[in-house]
T-cell receptor, first 115, second 112 residues
Framework: SQTIHQWPATLVQPVGSPLSLECTVEGTSNPNLYWYRQAAGRGLQLLFYSVGIGQISSEVPQNLSASRPQDRQFILSSKKLLLSDSGFYLC??????????????FGEGSRLTVL | AQTVTQSQPEMSVQEAETVTLSCTYDTSENNYYLFWYKQPPSRQMILVIRQEAYKQQNATENRFSVNFQKAAKSFSLKISDSQLGDTAMYFCAFPISEKLVFGKGTKLTVNP
């Protein structure tokens, strides 16, 4: 069966420090991968998605970047965190095109607090 | 533009009663899927129910059903016999190409 893991679950970082959130998927190959950010009252905002190794699409200009060094690994990074980067980050995967399958499988989430 | 709108930020219902969550969307597509996702306080998001736009019959999954009105672009979720475990954030979602666009969510509280 397929599983998705993301870590760390909780992170408190000072402004200006770097960030690395990791996500891995097991039990499948060539998944589509996604990073969402969830803020109170604003739903889920898609940050990045990837349909293959090295292929990253960015949805909104921001202080963050994403990379996919391996087929089932997706990393969210920042060189210098801002206060506005605080939030709950969700990694997700889908087995193919969402228009065909529609279902996203989510990780447990990572709570980032920037002080 | 393709958007998803949930107009009810919060709702509450008594245990065993029925509640309906609203969702409207805007698209120029003819064939598509619509989804309701649930995010309980433990935070892991899961799919509740899926509707295919070309199917006239409303989708049903146990106590969860949808009222899909394609012409009105409305996709509401009905929860029957509400249980305490139904307390969660509920998100309506719509796929656009390789992405899933979510509404802002409705926080549902089931009261004992």
């Amino acid at each position: 069966s397929q599983t998705i893991h993301q870590w760390p679950a909780t992170l408190v970082q000072p402004v200006g420090s770097p960030l690395s959130l990791e996500c891995t998927v097991e039990g499948t190959s060539n998944p589509n991968l996604y990073w969402y950010r969830q803020a109170a009252g604003r739903g889920l905002q898609l940050l990045f998605y990837s349909v293959g190794i090295g292929q990253i699409s960015s949805e909104v200009p921001q202080n963050l970047s994403a990379s996919r060094p391996q087929d089932r690994q997706f990393i969210l990074s920042s060189k210098k965190l801002l206060l506005s980067d605080s939030g709950f980050y969700l990694c997700a995967w889908s087995p193919g095109a969402l228009a065909n399958t529609g279902e996203l499988f989510f990780g447990e989430g990572s709570r980032l607090t920037v002080l | 533009a393709q958007t998803v709108t949930q107009s009810q930020p919060e709702m509450s219902v008594q245990e065993a009663e029925t509640v309906t969550l609203s969702c409207t969307y805007d698209t120029s597509e003819n064939n598509y899927y619509l989804f309701w996702y649930k995010q309980p306080p433990s935070r892991q998001m899961i799919l509740v129910i899926r509707q295919e736009a070309y199917k006239q019959q409303n989708a049903t999954e146990n106590r969860f059903s949808v009222n899909f009105q394609k012409a009105a672009k409305s996709f509401s979720l009905k929860i029957s016999d509400s249980q305490l475990g139904d307390t969660a954030m509920y998100f309506c979602a719509f796929p656009i190409s390789e992405k899933l666009v979510f509404g802002k969510g409705t926080k549902l509280t089931v009261n004992p």
